[in-house]
């Protein structure tokens, strides 16, 4: 339990760190962050923090890549509304992608 515990706090922290990059208009460190706390707890919404970064690091591909990773942990937790609302975040960023217009409808 303890370790779980620690493992969370990490993540918050770095969660912390990336919105002070945010703010600070430096999208790469806070990606940097945001990747670490993917890694810890990989979850829809880390995914989907982590692909606001390297979208607004010019990380187009990067950031394609880690919301089909959201889009696939919504799926698998069953959260279809969520899912969809992945899947439109993807249609934005690429508009051709067959995957993520079967599931956005």
């Given at each position: 339990?303890?370790?779980?515990?620690?493992?969370?706090?990490?993540?918050?922290?770095?969660?912390?760190?990336?919105?002070?990059?945010?703010?600070?208009r430096a999208p790469?460190?806070?990606?940097?962050?945001?990747?670490?706390?993917?890694?810890?707890?990989?979850?829809?919404?880390?995914?989907?923090?982590?692909?606001?970064?390297?979208?607004?690091?010019?990380?187009?591909?990067?950031?394609?890549?880690?919301?089909?990773?959201?889009?696939?942990?919504?799926?698998?937790?069953?959260?279809?509304?969520?899912?969809?609302?992945?899947?439109?975040?993807?249609?934005?960023?690429?508009?051709?992608?067959?995957?993520?217009?079967?599931?956005?409808?």
């Amino acid at each position: 339990m303890h370790a779980n515990h620690s493992s969370s706090s990490a993540v918050v922290a770095l969660r912390r760190r990336a919105a002070r990059y945010m703010k600070k208009r430096a999208p790469r460190k806070a990606a940097i962050a945001l990747r670490q706390a993917a890694a810890l707890e990989p979850s829809g919404p880390s995914f989907v923090r982590l692909s606001r970064a390297l979208a607004a690091s010019g990380k187009l591909q990067c950031a394609l890549h880690a919301l089909r990773q959201a889009l696939y942990c919504f799926r698998h937790d069953e959260l279809r509304g969520k899912a969809r609302t992945v899947a439109r975040l993807i249609l934005a960023l690429d508009p051709n992608d067959a995957a993520a217009l079967r599931r956005a409808a």
